[in-house]
């Protein structure tokens, strides 16, 4: 999301309630309806959906709640994913007419809206590639990358996300085991790649992700 969306849409949801929830916590489920547009202030959020023999899929870059939520209210259609706090989690809900309110009134808005959206497309589509093509390394780099450019806060010579992403999560993601996940997980640790510090996933070395995930 840009800057300048991104102080538009906080000016005009700052002005609701705001609500928090726990860690580990599930803001939504499939059936669910939404008669209001939620917009997160801090925290981080994880959008799965099950498959019918109980495994979880894992969809998106851990900040779909306000997408998610705008889309099914907006065309008031059921939702068919969970919603799983990733971090604590503090959101504002705004009524659903008074968002489409002003989406009438600003087409500036309305147009980086769009944008957005067309960004968010995008990265689903290519975390698609990178989940269904290649080796397992290559599942697991090409996802890690795909959170550097999406999530990543460049500090110096390294990037980190602010929460450690658990290998059952990164499984999920991608389609492997969680064994699997932490076996070349560990390697990319050893290798001076990624690292975990104070509850971050640092990552450390951006060119060689890259270059293993190109391999």
């Given at each position: 999301?840009?800057?300048?969306?991104?102080?538009?849409?906080?000016?005009?949801?700052?002005?609701?309630?705001?609500?928090?929830?726990?860690?580990?916590?599930?803001?939504?489920?499939?059936?669910?309806?939404?008669?209001?547009?939620?917009?997160?202030?801090?925290?981080?959020?994880?959008?799965?959906?099950?498959?019918?023999?109980?495994?979880?899929?894992?969809?998106?870059?851990?900040?779909?709640?306000?997408?998610?939520?705008?889309?099914?209210?907006?065309?008031?259609?059921?939702?068919?994913?969970?919603?799983?706090?990733?971090?604590?989690?503090?959101?504002?809900?705004?009524?659903?007419?008074?968002?489409q309110q002003l989406l009438e009134k600003n087409s500036q808005l309305s147009m980086l809206l769009f944008k957005h959206i067309a960004s968010v497309t995008e990265n689903l589509l290519l975390d698609a590639v990178y989940t269904k093509t290649g080796n397992?390394?290559?599942?697991?780099?090409?996802?890690?990358?795909?959170?550097?450019?999406?999530?990543?806060?460049?500090?110096?010579?390294?990037?980190?996300?602010?929460?450690?992403?658990?290998?059952?999560?990164?499984?999920?993601?991608?389609?492997?085991?969680?064994?699997?996940?932490?076996?070349?997980?560990?390697?990319?640790?050893?290798?001076?790649?990624?690292?975990?510090?104070?509850?971050?996933?640092?990552?450390?070395?951006?060119?060689?992700?890259?270059?293993?995930?190109?391999?």
């Amino acid at each position: 999301m840009t800057k300048e969306l991104e102080e538009q849409l906080v000016k005009f949801f700052s002005k609701y309630r705001l609500q928090t929830f726990k860690k580990g916590e599930i803001m939504s489920c499939p059936g669910d309806k939404f008669s209001e547009v939620l917009f997160v202030d801090k925290g981080y959020v994880r959008l799965f959906a099950t498959t019918s023999d109980g495994r979880e899929i894992t969809i998106g870059n851990f900040k779909p709640t306000f997408f998610i939520s705008a889309l099914c209210a907006l065309n008031a259609c059921e939702s068919p994913f969970y919603q799983e706090c990733v971090t604590e989690v503090s959101l504002w809900k705004a009524p659903t007419s008074d968002f489409q309110q002003l989406l009438e009134k600003n087409s500036q808005l309305s147009m980086l809206l769009f944008k957005h959206i067309a960004s968010v497309t995008e990265n689903l589509l290519l975390d698609a590639v990178y989940t269904k093509t290649g080796n397992a390394e290559s599942k697991i780099t090409g996802i890690l990358f795909s959170l550097v450019n999406t999530l990543g806060k460049e500090e110096g010579n390294h990037f980190s996300i602010d929460f450690d992403v658990p290998h059952r999560i990164i499984a999920t993601l991608t389609g492997l085991t969680r064994e699997t996940v932490s076996f070349h997980m560990k390697q990319l640790e050893n290798k001076g790649v990624v690292k975990s510090v104070k509850g971050k996933l640092i990552i450390t070395d951006v060119e060689a992700l890259r270059d293993t995930h190109q391999t």
